[in-house]
Each structure stands twice: as structure tokens, then as C-alpha cells.
């Protein structure tokens, strides 16, 4: 578990070995940590072919410069967890490294002096022909096939 300080007590705890993570797109990731100062954090992304400003993890049609935001409520422990189905945006995201902010405030990358956050890494990496064929046929993955040559 790595867990990355954030300004002003606030800490995001993600399942990664180093400071980066690197998935396959189409998987789930989950990022979960804490917030001492806000009942709501602000999640946003930026990366190949993103505004610079940002896009909500939910919505990359979205900006966050124009006020939109993944919203995670911070549960009365102070422990907030947000799980990201990249398989959702697997046709509008290209591969390669992107980096979540997570806010304290509804705050855009332009805007990020003076408030609390935290950066993560993540490589989105090509998930290739067999998750293709996993994502079209998922009975495939609960099935054994053999395959014999004469």
C-alpha cells in the first residue's frame, strides 16, 4: 500500500508498489485515502489529448474548468474510495500516462495554488487482442479450449 501526503494533513492511499500505477485499459482502479477537511473531494485527470486544465474520471467530455468534477463523499471516518472503470472510456482514451488529481476543493489544474491535493500516475497500458476477445465473448474466460496441432 502506498500512501502519498497530501498538504494539510490530507493523504491518498492507493494499491501500488511506487509512486505510479499501471493498469490495462479496461480495468477498474480504486483510489481511496483520507480527508481531514472536507466532507467531499474532487477528483479530475489530465493526459494525451485531454484539456490541461483537466476532465472528471467519469465523464472525459467534461472539463474541469468549467466545474466539473468526480465527486467522492468523505464518510464520517474521513476515509473517501472511488473506483474507475476504465473500461468505460476504453474507445474515447488513448494509451499512455495520466495523472488524478484529487482536490479538497472544486479546483482545476489552473487553480491549485493555495488549496489541498494529490497527484497519482497511472499508465494506461494497450490490453491487446485476448482482453478484446474476453470483453466480446466472457464466457471465453470461464472456459477451457484446447487447442491441438496434428
Known sequence: M?????????VMAVSAESD????YMGET????GVSYGSTTVYLFLTGPNLPANGVPLN???????????TLVDVDSDQQWSYR??????????DYGTYTVYVVADPADRSQL???QFSTQSVYLKNPGF????????????????SLRSY
Open 2 to 10: 502506498l500512501a502519498v501526503m497530501m498538504s494539510a494533513g490530507m
Open 20 to 23: 505510479s500505477i499501471e493498469a
Open 29 to 32: 482502479i480504486t483510489f481511496h
Open 59 to 69: 465523464d472525459i467530455m467534461q472539463r474541469a474548468d468549467q466545474g466539473a468534477f
Open 84 to 93: 474507475w472503470d476504465t473500461s468505460r472510456l476504453h474507445s474515447r482514451l
Open 113 to 115: 495554488a493555495g488549496h
Open 130 to 145: 485476448p482482453y478484446a476477445i474476453r470483453r466480446a465473448w466472457p464466457w471465453l474466460a470461464r472456459s477451457s479450449i
